[in-house]
């Protein structure tokens, strides 16, 4: 069983003297670093002298710095910036800013994982992963919950990691959820896996292959875009909520014989031959080594050439379209 722990069991106590600077403030630094500050405890935020993320942070009433000012200042050096520049700002900026006993943050495990960053071993490594995205957090902390996240020490230098990286989750409002005890390499595993097989890629592959499989038999788009689309946000809330048996007991009896039935089917062995061979591919670095290859061929339009394929797919198509009728004040992507 899985170490757990709860806001009840955790104090601030540890870190409300020491600072601590969020760099970057994206979707994940805006909530980390709001929710800490809110919290009471001491956030600096790093960022790009006069950028978009410097104003935004300045406005919602953050200490900001420019990146090495901030980290000089740190006792807790937060990372919240993008996978793929992690290892060139800390080259740049971080690095000689670190004093022994300081601690290096993440929500993410990859640059530590595959040593993109090769930490000093006189500061302590730590992670807090919300699993959520960062409007999520911080949508739940100001509503007095919070979302679960994973938790991990990597290298506990001072003795005093795990009261730090505690204390952080209790701060973000994730101990109000639940805090469960992992390893830098497994959340980064399990992530990516995730990611490819059934959170983005699994999902987006099967939506689109039922919708195919439609309209390629004459049903009407709209019709199977509310099917095959529209409707699967209502079953992946009754799953959230009450888990893949509660989600049947709470369906029609056709549906849920039907999904009983045929399910395994649709998501045979064979699928489950290719999802070993991806988890494989992620477990040897095999998509981490072309991931980085990609990028730094490409940088962040890496994958514009993928996503501009998929606009042109009819199921993006006819959605563009339902969706502007259904919330027609909302900017259609």
């Known amino acids: 069983m899985a170490?757990?722990?709860?806001?009840?069991?955790?104090?601030?106590d540890p870190i409300k003297d020491q600072t601590i600077a969020v760099i970057g403030y994206g979707i994940q630094g805006h909530a980390q670093a709001?929710?800490?500050?809110?919290?009471?405890?001491?956030?600096?935020v790093g960022a790009r002298k006069g950028g978009s993320s410097w104003k935004q942070a300045t406005?919602?009433?953050?200490?900001?710095?420019?990146?090495?000012?901030?980290?000089?200042?740190?006792?807790?050096?937060?990372?919240?910036?993008?996978?793929?520049?992690?290892?060139?700002v800390?080259?740049?900026?971080?690095?000689?800013h670190l004093k022994k006993g300081r601690a290096l943050g993440f929500s993410h495990g990859a640059a530590v994982h595959w040593k993109w960053i090769k930490p000093p071993t006189w500061v302590d490594v730590i992670m807090v992963a919300p699993k959520s995205p960062g409007q999520r957090i911080r949508e739940l902390y100001k509503e007095n919950f919070g979302v679960p996240a994973?938790?991990?020490?990597?290298?506990?230098?001072?003795?005093?990691?795990?009261?730090?990286?505690l204390g952080m989750a209790k701060g973000v409002g994730c101990a109000r959820a639940g805090l469960i005890k992992t390893t830098f390499k497994e959340e980064v595993e399990t992530d990516w896996f995730g990611e490819q097989v059934d959170l983005c890629g699994g999902v987006d592959a099967m939506i689109r292959n039922a919708f195919e499989t439609l309209?390629?038999?004459?049903?009407?788009?709209?019709?199977?875009?509310?099917?095959?689309?529209?409707?699967?946000?209502?079953i992946v809330d009754l799953i959230q909520r009450y888990g893949i048996a509660g989600m049947y007991r709470?369906?029609?009896?056709?549906?849920?014989?039907?999904g009983l039935t045929r399910g395994d089917r649709v998501m045979s062995k064979e699928v489950g031959n290719s999802m070993k061979?991806?988890?494989?591919e992620v477990q040897s670095g095999k998509f981490a080594k072309e991931w980085v290859d990609v990028y730094a061929k490409k940088g962040p339009n890496s994958f514009e050439d993928l996503l501009r394929k998929l606009d042109q797919h009819p199921i993006e198509k006819v959605g563009r379209g339902l969706r502007k009728m259904m919330w027609p004040n909302q900017t259609i992507s």
């Open 250 to 258: 709470r369906v029609s009896e056709t549906a849920r014989y039907g």
């Open 150 to 165: 994973l938790v991990a020490v990597d290298q506990d230098y001072t003795k005093k990691g795990w009261s730090r990286i």
């Open 277 to 280: 061979k991806t988890l494989k």
């Open 34 to 44: 709001s929710n800490m500050k809110d919290s009471g405890l001491k956030i600096i």
């Open 215 to 234: 309209i390629d038999n004459g049903y009407q788009p709209e019709v199977a875009y509310f099917e095959c689309l529209h409707e699967l946000k209502l």
């Open 59 to 88: 406005k919602d009433g953050h200490r900001v710095m420019e990146v090495p000012d901030a980290c000089a200042d740190a006792d807790i050096i937060h990372i919240l910036i993008p996978d793929m520049v992690q290892a060139k």
């Open 90 to 96: 800390y080259r740049d900026e971080i690095k000689d």
């Open 3 to 12: 170490k757990t722990w709860y806001d009840s069991t955790i104090s601030l």
